[in-house]
């Protein structure tokens, strides 16, 4: 749920950032983090997984994300790398440690022609752009402009260089619009400002077909009225046009996608004119003149966008999260609209109690991979990354979720029941002692719980010797007289219980006792 209002809100974040900036350093570095091993996050007690963007490879998938942790003390968000399989069953993953304290942290994910992945983020020093192969090496990251400049969103562009989207502030109440264009090793090369209204903010930038740029956002004026804009410039970034829009689309125009006629559609939601939400495209012609709006609704759920995409056939796959807001719950659509504004199709999937799609791409079976953050609980405290592979009616293929590792680094709780400081005659308890005293047949019964993962099974041990697994609750053995091996005299032996949960979590008691066999 924090993950969706950031989200949802991110006009109010975004103008709150403007208010409130803190100064601090910045330094980036890489470990291998083994898919067998917890490593250093055993001390971890809140951790979210989230993939960002995904890219269809040969052998698998490549997913570019987050992961964040906190302890006691501390917390952070570190760049992760993920390879898995054709079936999206992990490989490998990299994580990269840093130490950013970033305004907005790694606020964009972009896959290169050649596999590689480049990040956008923001310093007190200027706009970071770091880029990472598809191997998991960091090759290199730069900042460009200064302290008053934020990056929002980046593009590659033909000639395998970079655009990146963003914000300077000007003064205190006054942000202009930011574009700069870098080269395929991340050296500079240009940046323009484009002063719409009071503050501007740019969403989603993309290189179009004359290879000038397009970019789409959202503008306060000086009384904080919302509208939208999409500007349009030439291939120095040197602004041709721009064009503002108000009603309901002006609400959250999060892409911008070139269609096949070089006009343009302007993809959103809009959860302020209309409650539930509800899905918005604006249709453009090449000068940015709306040919058609539509918006798209169901009358229980809320639609809200998080990724869309232009098929080959110029139709339009929308991608994000859809909710009933009387429920807790919020699950993913995808909803594929044809030119004209008609709707195909739309798909629905439950995949946990929450989950929120960051990317939806195509694959070559002319199905779709979907990637972003699922969780069993409703606070995203504990999430993982996942992958929803369908086909092109939008039908489910399979689903994996990702970073088991670490997804439950929690120990059970386990509490033995009997036997308790007493004698035992034939499993019946004939008053308290200061130590177990068994003759004969005992029940040994333990309560073992997990508030994060179920129980997987309970083991009995005598002495370190296994003699018992149970799988089901209530977690017990009978451990029985042994007339093999009858003794007069009583032999102290060590009674050990372990419980283990899903991920191999465990936690043990253990208790000295008298047993007559």
């Given at each position: 749920?924090?993950?969706?209002?950031?989200?949802?809100?991110?006009?109010?974040?975004?103008?709150?950032?403007?208010?409130?900036?803190?100064?601090?350093?910045?330094?980036?570095?890489?470990?291998?983090?083994?898919?067998?091993?917890?490593?250093?996050?055993?001390?971890?007690?809140?951790?979210?997984?989230?993939?960002?963007?995904?890219?269809?490879?040969?052998?698998?998938?490549?997913?570019?994300?987050?992961?964040?942790?906190?302890?006691?003390?501390?917390?952070?968000?570190?760049?992760?790398?993920?390879?898995?399989?054709?079936?999206?069953?992990?490989?490998?993953?990299?994580?990269?440690?840093?130490?950013?304290?970033?305004?907005?942290?790694?606020?964009?994910?972009?896959?290169?022609?050649?596999?590689?992945?480049?990040?956008?983020?923001?310093?007190?020093?200027?706009?970071?752009?770091?880029?990472?192969?598809?191997?998991?090496?960091?090759?290199?990251?730069?900042?460009?402009?200064?302290?008053?400049?934020?990056?929002?969103?980046?593009?590659?562009?033909?000639?395998?260089?970079?655009?990146?989207?963003?914000?300077?502030?000007?003064?205190?109440?006054?942000?202009?619009?930011?574009?700069?264009?870098?080269?395929?090793?991340?050296?500079?090369?240009?940046?323009?400002?484009?002063?719409?209204?009071?503050?501007?903010?740019?969403?989603?930038?993309?290189?179009?077909?004359?290879?000038?740029?397009?970019?789409?956002?959202?503008?306060?004026?000086?009384?904080?009225?919302?509208?939208?804009?999409?500007?349009?410039?030439?291939?120095?970034?040197?602004?041709?046009?721009?064009?503002?829009?108000?009603?309901p689309v002006g609400i959250d125009d999060t892409?911008?996608?070139?269609?096949?006629?070089?006009?343009?559609?302007?993809?959103?939601?809009?959860?302020?004119?209309?409650?539930?939400?509800?899905?918005?495209?604006?249709?453009?012609?090449?000068?940015?003149?709306?040919?058609?709006?539509?918006?798209?609704?169901?009358?229980?759920?809320?639609?809200?966008?998080?990724?869309?995409?232009?098929?080959?056939?110029?139709?339009?796959?929308?991608?994000?999260?859809?909710?009933?807001?009387?429920?807790?719950?919020?699950?993913?659509?995808?909803?594929?609209?044809?030119?004209?504004?008609?709707?195909?199709?739309?798909?629905?999937?439950?995949?946990?109690?929450?989950?929120?799609?960051?990317?939806?791409?195509?694959?070559?079976?002319?199905?779709?991979?979907?990637?972003?953050?699922?969780?069993?609980?409703?606070?995203?405290?504990?999430?993982?990354?996942?992958?929803?592979?369908?086909?092109?009616?939008?039908?489910?293929?399979?689903?994996?979720?990702?970073?088991?590792?670490?997804?439950?680094?929690?120990?059970?709780?386990?509490?033995?029941?009997?036997?308790?400081?007493?004698?035992?005659?034939?499993?019946?308890?004939?008053?308290?002692?200061?130590?177990?005293?068994?003759?004969?047949?005992?029940?040994?019964?333990?309560?073992?719980?997990?508030?994060?993962?179920?129980?997987?099974?309970?083991?009995?041990?005598?002495?370190?010797?296994?003699?018992?697994?149970?799988?089901?609750?209530?977690f017990s053995w009978v451990w029985k007289r042994?007339?093999?091996?009858?003794?007069?005299?009583?032999?102290?032996?060590?009674?050990?219980?372990?419980?283990?949960?899903?991920?191999?979590?465990?936690?043990?008691?253990?208790?000295?006792?008298?047993?007559?066999?």
């Open positions: 749920m924090v993950v969706l209002l950031m989200k949802l809100t991110i006009q109010k974040c975004v103008l709150y950032t403007i208010l409130f900036l803190l100064i601090t350093t910045s330094m980036v570095s890489v470990h291998s983090f083994p898919s067998s091993t917890l490593g250093d996050l055993e001390d971890i007690f809140e951790y979210n997984e989230i993939g960002y963007a995904v890219r269809s490879t040969d052998d698998g998938y490549l997913i570019a994300g987050t992961l964040q942790t906190k302890n006691e003390t501390t917390s952070k968000t570190d760049l992760l790398l993920i390879k898995t399989n054709t079936l999206g069953q992990e490989q490998w993953n990299k994580v990269f440690e840093c130490s950013y304290s970033c305004y907005d942290l790694f606020t964009h994910f972009e896959f290169t022609y050649n596999d590689s992945v480049v990040v956008t983020s923001s310093t007190p020093s200027g706009m970071l752009l770091t880029k990472i192969d598809s191997n998991g090496n960091k090759l290199w990251d730069n900042i460009y402009l200064d302290g008053d400049s934020r990056a929002y969103c980046v593009k590659e562009t033909h000639d395998h260089g970079y655009i990146l989207s963003g914000y300077t502030y000007t003064d205190l109440m006054s942000v202009d619009a930011t574009l700069v264009k870098v080269n395929e090793s991340g050296g500079f090369e240009w940046s323009r400002s484009f002063d719409v209204d009071t503050i501007d903010i740019p969403m989603d930038v993309i290189q179009t077909q004359d290879h000038g740029y397009a970019f789409v956002g959202f503008s306060y004026d000086d009384v904080f009225t919302t509208s939208s804009f999409l500007v349009k410039t030439n291939d120095a970034g040197d602004k041709q046009w721009h064009k503002t829009y108000g009603g892409i911008v996608v070139q269609t096949q006629d070089q006009g343009f559609a302007i993809i959103g939601d809009d959860y302020l004119s209309y409650n539930p939400s509800v899905v918005v495209i604006r249709k453009t012609d090449d000068q940015g003149n709306t040919e058609w709006v539509k918006t798209y609704a169901d009358m229980t759920y809320g639609y809200f966008v998080t990724s869309a995409l232009l098929t080959t056939d110029n139709e339009y796959v929308i991608n994000g999260v859809y909710s009933d807001p009387s429920e807790t719950g919020r699950d993913t659509f995808v909803m594929k609209i044809n030119e004209t504004g008609s709707q195909q199709w739309t798909q629905c999937y439950d995949l946990d109690l929450l989950e929120v799609p960051y990317d939806i791409q195509p694959t070559s079976d002319q199905g779709f991979i979907i990637t972003g953050t699922h969780s069993a609980n409703d606070s995203f405290k504990k999430a993982n990354s996942f992958l929803l592979k369908i086909d092109h009616q939008g039908q489910k293929q399979w689903f994996q979720s990702i970073g088991k590792t670490w997804s439950d680094i929690y120990p059970p709780e386990i509490m033995l029941i009997s036997p308790e400081n007493a004698l035992y005659i034939d499993d019946e308890n004939k008053g308290e002692t200061n130590t177990p005293i068994i003759i004969g047949d005992i029940t040994v019964m333990v309560n073992a719980t997990d508030h994060h993962s179920p129980i997987d099974h309970v083991a009995f041990f005598v002495d370190d010797i296994l003699m018992h697994n149970d799988s089901d609750a209530p042994d007339r093999m091996r009858f003794r007069l005299f009583a032999h102290r032996q060590i009674l050990r219980i372990v419980a283990y949960d899903t991920y191999g979590n465990t936690a043990s008691t253990e208790v000295t006792v008298w047993k007559f066999f």
